[in-house]
């Protein structure tokens, strides 16, 4: 099987251990990556903005870019989660006012390709167990998109739950906003600190060493505020626990080490 990575912006500018993790991993599970080198921002910060003409081009670009891929794979909840909710509706507006089909058409092919990470290895894959090891304490933030917006309910955590050596603890609130919330936290700072505060006053009352999330937007939001507590709790992201092996493990560094969003 060839399936084509969705680096996404945040990871290729700021995180690219993630996308190396989901490469790694995906190949270890006999699977064939691709990085189309058209691919750009899938749109989100400027149709969260207001700006929704803008990311039209975006839509088309990235759906040139992933055409000839039945399967195109990202390790981020939230760009999945704009291409599968915000894409059909810049579509369908397009049509809407009358200049024409070719963005509906472009959004309404690549849609249904697009898969974030977990639910690409549970509903593709059809595998729960990774090869991982990643001997830690591990609790797990599921942001709201992963929630909301893409149901991917309990799959990472069957994943997390499969990985040898590794503890899964319950994150208090899981089902609450971190604050992150993209360009909310720029505009909202107060409001998102406290949110920040609130989920980790919770994930270290967990005692568990790494807090791991399904996207680095938020978990950069999170370690920002856990460094300003000099706390010893780390955010780490989901690949990169399923890519760790007993030869590969986790050196306890990662892109965690960028700021806060606020």
Known sequence: MRVALFATCVNDALYPSTAIATVRLLERLGVEVDFPAEQTCCGQPQFNTGYRRETEPMVRRLARAFAAYEYVVTPSGSCTAMIRDAYPRIGARARTERRGTEL???????????????????????????????????????????????RLGDRPLRLLRAVRGLELVELPGAEECCGFGGTFAVKNPDVSTAMGDDKVRNALGTGARVLCGGDNSCLLHLGGLLRRRSAPL????????????????????SGDEQGSAV
């Open 104 to 150: 509906a058409e472009a959004a309404d092919s690549l849609v249904p390709r697009v898969y974030e990470l977990t639910e690409f290895l549970i509903d593709v894959l059809e595998v729960e167990d990774v090869g991982a090891h990643f001997p830690y304490t591990v609790t797990y933030h599921p942001s709201c998109h992963g929630l909301r917006l893409l």
């Open 234 to 253: 780390r955010p780490l992201h989901i690949a990169e626990i399923l890519a760790s092996t007993e030869e590969q493990p986790w050196t306890g560094t």
